[in-house]
């Protein structure tokens, strides 16, 4: 099993360029989220999914949007870039969110935007 | 005040020393706790649940306090491998659950 795997690993974008990090896990996972990481930030929930076809607002939506057309998938877009959505994206999955339920993480994608 | 909390460190150590991290949370909703650990420039993957008794892991032990609202890593004959970042992760219910991640502690085990 590949687990958790993320494209792109690196990106650099112009402001105001979009584009979409894909996500993708093979554990038949039904919760699926998108996180980013700052320095002495932690990570924080942008967007996160509890299914096929549904989605959620986590703690830091603004500028990005997400689908989960497919169970295994999860995209986020960003439409408009801006510097300070510059930053590590991690993208997890769950089985589950009951107790001791633990997530499973990408590698990451490293995005810089200029 | 963050809902977890945790020292940043770094915290130095000798090869075969006992170290301790504590976390600390606020939220008395908090259902699931977790330590996480995160290599340089990598992914967070999972060291260790935290269950209410207190479980061990080989060099590893972990602790909850609900009273205080804490949880505890303590690792054993720290080696250089352990070099990393350990991130405190609870799970909260809150309308949905979430999970919130602490800050991390940073460990480096000197030869």
């Known amino acids: 099993n590949a687990g958790v795997t993320q494209t792109p690993k690196f990106r650099v974008l112009k402001t105001g360029q979009s584009m979409t990090l894909l996500c993708a896990q093979d554990m038949n996972h039904e919760y699926m989220y998108w996180y980013r990481q700052d320095p002495g930030m932690g990570l924080r929930l942008i967007h996160y999914?509890?299914?096929?076809?549904?989605?959620a607002k986590g703690e830091v939506p603004d500028g990005y949007n997400v689908s989960r057309l497919k169970k295994q998938n999860f995209l986020l877009g960003l439409e408009s870039a801006a510097p300070s959505q510059t930053s590590v994206y991690f993208c997890a999955s769950s089985y589950s969110v009951a107790i001791n339920s633990e997530q499973y993480f990408g590698p990451g994608t490293r995005l810089t935007v200029t | 005040r963050k809902e977890v909390e945790q020292d940043p460190g770094p915290f130095n150590v000798p090869e075969g020393a006992t170290v301790a991290f504590n976390c600390t949370y606020s939220n008395s909703a908090s259902q699931s706790f977790f330590w996480y650990r995160q290599d340089c420039r990598k992914e967070p993957k999972l060291l260790m649940s935290?269950?209410?008794s207190g479980n061990e892991d080989g060099r590893f032990t972990a602790q909850l306090n609900r009273a205080s609202q804490y949880i505890s890593l303590l690792i054993r004959d720290s080696k250089l491998s352990d070099s990393a970042t350990y991130l405190c992760v609870v799970n909260i219910l809150s309308g949905t659950y979430k999970y919130i991640f602490g800050t991390g502690t940073r460990l480096k085990v000197l030869a």
């Open positions: 935290v269950y209410s």
């Open positions: 999914s509890v299914g096929e076809g549904t989605t």
